[in-house]
């Protein structure tokens, strides 16, 4: 089974929740006895350029205009994606490791879905609808707030985001461990619930092997 891993938090692991929530996640997971490689991204270290115009059209022109030819300047704006997306297309399951900032994701992960998510990446765009070019079947999310949420909660936009851009490319087995409550000056349990979330994403990082084992 291959892992990716997204990272989308800009601190070290000593003061970023998500990134101390995936260290328990990958500890155990890579303490299993199971046929498991694992790819770490992390995108402050490798940074996706934000959408331009000349990315726009090389990803959009081709679906709408039968027989266009990107130019070299629409290729040259798409070799992030095109990078990225062969590591998405290769892997199994999916992690991605991030903080909610302003109830969504932060922006270089927005970004990151937006090289990576387009038409000739990860999925052919067809007159019934995008038809999949990946193989994943599991991903896991690993977030941290420093407010506190109930499930569906319409504040979170983060989790709304991340699940409908992947279930549009026909991805919908999608797992949470989230510490919420950080914020200390509010939250006295911190510790309490940054504790349960890392529980929970052990548990997951135990699902995931076992679905690995059944698979094979």
Known sequence: MNVLHISADPRPVESSVPKEIAVAFFNKLSGAESDIEITHVDLYK???????????????????????????EEVAANVYGQKQSELFNQTDALVI?????NFSVPA???????????????YTFEKTGPQPLHRIKKVVLLVASDDTFKEEDPRDILTAQIRASLEYIEIEDLSVAWADGQNPVIFGDCELRKSMAIEAAEELAEELVEMESVTN
């Open 97 to 101: 490791a991030t903080p909610m900032w």
């Open 46 to 72: 490798d940074p996706p350029p934000y959408m331009s115009e000349a990315s726009y059209r090389g990803q959009w022109y081709p679906v709408f205009i039968e027989g266009y030819q990107a130019t070299r």
């Open 108 to 122: 270089i992960l927005k970004g990151w879905i937006d090289c990576v998510l387009a038409p000739g990446l990860t």
